[in-house]
């Protein structure tokens, strides 16, 4: 299995920038789909970004398409979440999550592997 555990959370005021990174580590990489999905208090968990095994594909969802972008670097086993432009409305715990497919898994129950999530909190 594959073991993940995110970095870079933090707080940071409204208009900032954070890059969240997603180590992996115990199987091949490449293999997997990544996906990052948050958890505001109170809230239903969202699903934010997902990125393909070979970075080709990705989504990313309405509520941060074109302030967040999703990389991968498959030689160093990590995954990333670039936020820019934040808004209070972002804060929440970041997942990192993973599984082996060769397309892009755009639902959180498409996950098996879950990091252990880092804080994200934008004041206004």
């Known amino acids: 299995q594959v073991r993940l555990v995110e970095s870079g959370g933090g707080l940071v005021q409204a208009g900032g920038s954070l890059r969240l990174s997603c180590a992996a580590s115990?199987?091949?990489?490449?293999?997997?789909?990544v996906g990052w999905i948050r958890r505001a208090p109170g809230k239903e968990r969202e699903f934010v970004a997902a990125?393909?095994?070979?970075?080709?594909?990705?989504y990313l969802a309405d509520s941060v398409k074109g302030r967040f972008t999703i990389s991968r670097d498959n030689a160093k086993n990590t995954a990333y979440l670039q936020m820019n432009s934040l808004k209070p409305e972002d804060t929440a715990v970041y997942y990192c999550?993973?599984?082996?497919?060769?397309?892009?898994?755009?639902?959180?129950?498409?996950?098996?592997?879950w990091g252990q999530g880092t804080q994200v909190t934008v004041s206004s």
């Open positions: 999550a993973a599984d082996v497919s060769f397309r892009l898994l755009v639902r959180p129950q498409d996950y098996g592997y």
């Open positions: 990125i393909s095994w070979s970075g080709d594909s990705t």
């Open positions: 115990g199987r091949t990489f490449s293999n997997y789909a």
